[in-house]
């Protein structure tokens, strides 16, 4: 950033949160949208649904396994490599399952998009509160970032749709594994680690509150906050991964349209928006525990 932004008191987080909004709007192409492909693929190669189900599972495998190294990784070598790398893997693994002759090959190409896409939400949820940390409206700017996923499901499940109908699922699969790489790749290159890597002319000003020393990464692991957190969103994943991944093969089942069902898929996104942005500055006054509570409820309600 140059000198005339830094004059103008621009705090360099927010061009950060900009770019990690972007970032996280790949999993709106990935997660939310695989449901899309779900009919096609069957067609195709007449497989049961179990085992189109099977190639997601591979994505999910590797993403949760990517996450937890992309998150270290991160760490040492700061976020703009692995979301370099990240936008890379998961472009070209998208971009080879247009490709695919049988399920195997599928699976695998499925497994290598998960390993980049791992990064596209771990990476960027550390990397804002990192920059934010004691610092006022950090609510808000994670709430803006996470929303990336909302816009994306939004964007992206109708075009995935259309690019089907229009160009076939092979060539949907090659045009979305390109968009995802520069979706990725060109934002990272705004990422910064932290406030002290930003420019002299960017770097923060204001009061910031110390932080606590940080804790050992085993006595993290083990604490009961962190062991409740972890199965409550254990739990909650795997609602939204059903019912997204199943949600338009049953929709056109019972006779809905396919373009009326996947922009069904994007309206789901596009209502969680709401909640991801209010959800910030509910916590920064009431307090995550609270939120966390009100948004656990309301999604068991609705289930």
Known sequence: MNAREG????????????????VTMGLGETMWSFGVFFKPLQSEFHWSRTVV??????FLISYSLAAIASGRLSDRYGPRPVLLASGLLAGLGISLCSLARDVNEFRLFLFLAGIGAG????????TVQRWFSGRPRA???LAIV???????ALIFAPLIDYLISRYGWRNAFLITGSLFFILIAAPASLVRRSPEEAPKSAAPGGHVEK???PLPVWEVLTHPSFL?????GCVTGIAFQVLSVHLVAFSTDIGIAPASAAAAVGLMGAISIPGRILAGPVSDRIGFKRTLAISLFGLTVAS
């Open 7 to 22: 004059q103008s008191g621009i705090f360099y987080g927010w061009i950060v949160v900009g770019a990690l909004f972007v």
């Open 53 to 58: 189900s099977s190639g997601y599972t591979a």
């Open 119 to 126: 990064a596209t939400w771990a990476v960027p949820v550390a």
């Open 139 to 141: 609510g808000l700017a």
């Open 146 to 152: 996470a929303s990336g996923v909302g816009i994306g």
């Open 211 to 213: 932080c606590s020393p």
């Open 228 to 232: 409740i957190l972890g199965f409550a």
